[in-house]
Structure formats: structure tokens, C-alpha cells
């Protein structure tokens, strides 16, 4: 199993763009999580999703940002427009809410709004 | 709400030195504590969780309620020690983390 599958690995565009993230879950894993991780502020939690249902998003920072979760096996974290404020690491995480919930980590999405 | 301090940004100990990474937690019910590490170059992980009570590659982890801390220690720090560690805290029947800033360990030869 190739684990968390995130794309792109790198991301530059400039303000006002608009940004797609992409995170392919385990197969068999029925909760995902979003969290962005900056110097500032750390890793935070995004939201997050139970069998593709949106079950916490106080974490999204503004209403630039959504989230879908179509399918099982695909979820996606968009920002319109982008700031240069969004510059972060952003994390994609699963896990099975059935069992010890470990959360698996993706390799992250480095973004950059120039 | 919940929070998760780690005071140290950075850790520096020699090969061989006992390592104690800080992690303090303030959650007003029963909270799950967790360890993650990231290696460079390599995800995150997690390293131990305060409910299995087990030891990870010569790493243990005691919750203390009355203190609401979850010290990560090792007595004999080894080079391949050297990462991101990464405190986590889950509460509240939820399935979110709340994680702390983090420390970097560097372990000197």
C-alpha cells in the first residue's frame, strides 16, 4: 500500500489564483483529515470527514477555503483565491474510525502564493 | 478548549545522554496523548500512544492528570533519534488532533 497519496508534492501560484489540493486516502479507511502546518502556528486541524461527511470544519480559516470528499477514495481542499497568507504545508490524514484511529499522514503539499 | 504545549523548539543532547521532550496538555475531561515523530525527509508518524502503555524504539510516555503532562523520555539517546517530535492530544469522543508546535531533537555523536 502506498499509503496517503497527496498532490501536488509542490505548489506555486500567485494571489488571487485559485488552488487545488488532492489527497487519496487507504483504501478501507473511513475517516480523512485536512491540517495545515506553518511556523507560526503550528499543525492545525482543517476538518475533517467520517464516511465522506464533513464532520468538523471549524478549523477552516475563512470561507476562501472548501472542502469535498466525493467518494471514499478522493478528497479535495480548495482555496479561491489564494493569499499570500495560505503559504503552508498542508497535510492529508486517514484512518479507520472502527478501530485504534491512527491517523496515517500523507507527505504533505508544499504551497507557496506568491 | 484544548491545547498542547511543548516548550523546547529545540533539543540538543550527546549519543547516549538520557532525552526528555516536554509536553503539556490542558483538556477539561479524558484526553487521548499521543507522540508523533517525522524524520527528515519522511511523514509523520506516530511513535506512541498514552493508552497502549508501550515502549517504541526505547521511548515511553507516562500521563500524569494532576500534572496534565505526557513527557516523552528515552534513557540513551542514539543519532537515528534525531527528528521532529510532535505532541498530540484527542478529546471529546472527537477524531481531530490538536498537536503542539513541536520539538527538534538533534542528537550529537
Known amino acids: 500500500d502506498a499509503g496517503v497519496i497527496q498532490s501536488p508534492r509542490h505548489e506555486v501560484t500567485e494571489m488571487g489564483q485559485e488552488v487545488t489540493l488532492r489527497c487519496k486516502p487507504i483504501?478501507?479507511?473511513?475517516?480523512l483529515f485536512w491540517y495545515r502546518q506553518t511556523m507560526m502556528r503550528g499543525l492545525e486541524l482543517l476538518i475533517y470527514?467520517?464516511?465522506?461527511?464533513?464532520?468538523?470544519d471549524s478549523g477552516m480559516p475563512e470561507d476562501r477555503f472548501s472542502a469535498k470528499m466525493p467518494n471514499a477514495s478522493f478528497s479535495t481542499l480548495k482555496i479561491q483565491p489564494s493569499e499570500p497568507r495560505d503559504s503552508a504545508v498542508y497535510f492529508c490524514?486517514?484512518?479507520?474510525?472502527?478501530?485504534?484511529?491512527?491517523?496515517?499522514f500523507g507527505p504533505g503539499t508544499r504551497l507557496t502564493v506568491t | 478548549a484544548q491545547r498542547v504545549t511543548q516548550p523546547e523548539k529545540l533539543l540538543s543532547v550527546f549519543k547516549g545522554a538520557p532525552v526528555e521532550l516536554k509536553c503539556n496538555y490542558s483538556?477539561?475531561?479524558?484526553?487521548?496523548l499521543f507522540w508523533y515523530v517525522q524524520y527528515s525527509r519522511q511523514r509523520l508518524q506516530l511513535l506512541l500512544r498514552?493508552?497502549s502503555r508501550e515502549s517504541i524504539k526505547g521511548f515511553t510516555a507516562d500521563l500524569n492528570k494532576g500534572e496534565t503532562s505526557f513527557h516523552l523520555k528515552k534513557p540513551f539517546a542514539q543519532e537515528e533519534d534525531s527528528a521532529m517530535y510532535y505532541c498530540?492530544?484527542?478529546?471529546?469522543?472527537?477524531?481531530?488532533?490538536?498537536f503542539g508546535k513541536g520539538t527538534h531533537l538533534i542528537i550529537q555523536p
Open positions: 490524514a486517514s484512518s479507520y474510525a472502527g478501530g485504534p484511529r491512527e491517523q496515517y
Open positions: 483504501s478501507g479507511h473511513n475517516s
Open positions: 470527514f467520517n464516511n465522506n461527511v464533513p464532520i468538523d
Open positions: 483538556y477539561s475531561g479524558s484526553p487521548e
Open positions: 498514552h493508552i
Open positions: 498530540a492530544l484527542r478529546g471529546g469522543g472527537a477524531d481531530g488532533l490538536t
